[in-house]
């Protein structure tokens, strides 16, 4: 299957369903904690965008509201930051491994913009496996970090075809 195939096939927007953190092969609790959310879109283009945050009352303080101004302590930002990943850029594949629509490497950059400013400009790779079942399609994103020892399972569900 040709590269432009497969991103056809991947192309869409895809909803979070969970996320699995490992740390030196320990399982540890996701950032985004219990009830995560997100979307994950890539384009027939060549470009993604990826937003994850936690839903859980206790990691969105109430009182915030955008632009900030003076409400909401120093604290209450930096919970939000903490729980929270963003960032887009193009995307294509890794063509040095071997693709099919249903598994593989993308490369996710080098990122534009995103709300962790070490990874503006950095190519992050994130294997991938697509799993269809009962009309739905799902999106596993494995992410290994190697120089913290950590290794991420993130599933998506397609939510539109792009």
């Known amino acids: 299957m040709k590269t ?14 969970n ?17 995560p959310a997100g979307l994950l879109t890539y384009t027939r283009y060549g470009y993604m965008s990826a937003v994850m ?7 969105r303080p109430p ?19 903490k729980s929270s990943l963003s960032y887009s850029g193009p995307f294509g594949l890794n063509t040095s491994v071997p693709l099919t629509k249903f598994s593989g490497q ?3 950059g080098p990122v534009v913009t995103g709300s962790m400013p070490s990874m503006v400009g950095v ?13 739905e399609v799902y999106l596993s994103i494995a992410v290994i970090t190697t120089q913290v020892g950590a290794r ?4 998506w569900r397609r939510v539109a075809k792009g």
């Open 53 to 59: 945050n936690s839903m859980e009352p206790e990691k």
């Open 106 to 108: 993308v490369l996710h």
């Open 4 to 17: 432009q195939e497969i991103i056809n096939f991947l192309a869409g927007t895809y909803s979070l369903l």
């Open 63 to 81: 009182n915030l509201t955008w632009p900030p101004g003076e409400q909401g302590s120093v604290e209450d930002w930096a919970l939000i930051a």
């Open 152 to 155: 991420s399972e993130i599933w």
């Open 19 to 35: 996320n699995t953190q490992w740390r030196n092969g320990t399982q540890v609790p996701d950032p985004w904690g219990t009830t």
């Open 123 to 135: 190519v992050q790779r994130r294997n991938y496996t697509v799993v269809e079942r009962d009309g």
